[in-house]
């Protein structure tokens, strides 16, 4: 098989649902930081792979691990426990800040994360529209792929209602550049106009901050001041819900 053509064994199309067009390159094994593809060309990686921690590729403390746990027992349905979960979930939740009973759900994909972060939000404050950001990605499902940004993310069929974008606010490709001002000027603009909220920026802080950082803490404040807009949501999967009853 070529590494630069993807062989369809004579279909007219490629039976593997590509995110980003067709595969331009087909990845056979890796070492470390390093690749090969299917022809034996050598590649260095310097993404970590798509939306992924990457410790390295064949770690063999990793690969150890794997191999210890299929040995022992491959799949534990969430009807039942199993003392790895639990423990990770233990761990995770003693990060947390106190006074909560956390719980911790664990999902299959960032876009079931994405799914799951809308439905609690909206069922914690009672608000229904979500505010996402142009250029974002989160996924491929139904609910993710509307709160996604990007064109190339689409299907031609009406999104899951109650989402709507503003800019991103992007230190060097971003519509303002680093005016924090034009972004929270546009996330007023997307709140007043397309949600039945409207903007309270009352008591908004004037500290000096990165734009991002700024833009996330004054839009989540928006969201809240708005009592109807529910969330807001980063570039990567994560998604911010605002509780409409506190500043």
Same mark, same amino acid.
């Given at each position: ?7 369809? #064994? ?24 390093? /690749? ?14 798509? /939306? ?6 064949? !770690? ?8 210890? #746990? ?23 939740? =003693? ?7 956390? *719980? *911790?759900?664990?999902? %299959? @994909?960032? =876009?079931? =994360? ?9 069922? !914690? ?5 979500? /505010?996402?950001?142009? %250029? ?11 709160? @996604? ?10 999104? =899951?209602?109650?989402? *709507?974008?503003?800019? %991103? ?45 700024? @833009? ?32």
């Amino acid at each position: 098989m070529s590494a630069h053509a993807f062989d369809t #064994q004579g279909l007219e199309y490629c039976p593997f649902m590509p995110v980003f067009g067709p595969p331009q390159v087909m990845f056979a094994r890796g070492k470390g930081t390093e /690749l090969w593809d299917t022809d034996g060309k050598r590649y260095l990686d310097c993404l970590a792979q798509n /939306l992924c921690i990457s410790v390295g590729y064949d !770690h063999p403390r990793v690969n150890a691990a794997i191999e210890s #746990q299929m040995r022992a027992i491959q799949h534990v349905t969430t009807m039942y426990y199993h003392p790895g979960p639990a423990q990770f979930a233990e761990e995770l939740v =003693a990060t947390f800040p106190a006074g909560h009973d956390w *719980v *911790v759900h664990p999902v %299959n @994909s960032g =876009a079931e =994360a994405v799914d799951l972060a809308v439905l609690v939000a909206r069922l !914690h404050t009672g608000n229904f529209d979500v /505010l996402a950001l142009r %250029n974002s990605y989160h996924g491929l499902h139904f609910g993710a792929m509307t709160a @996604s940004g990007l064109a190339l993310c689409r299907q031609p069929i009406a999104g =899951a209602p109650g989402y *709507v974008h503003a800019h %991103n606010p992007d230190l060097y490709r971003g519509a303002y550049g680093d005016r924090v001002d034009g972004y929270l000027d546009d996330i007023r603009r997307v709140i007043d106009s397309s949600t039945p909220g409207a903007s309270d920026p009352a008591g908004a802080s004037s500290a000096i901050l990165t734009p991002a950082s700024a @833009s996330r803490r004054m839009a989540a404040r928006f969201c809240s001041d708005s009592k109807n807009s529910t969330a807001l949501s980063a570039i990567a999967p994560p998604i911010v819900g605002t509780d409409s009853r506190s500043a």
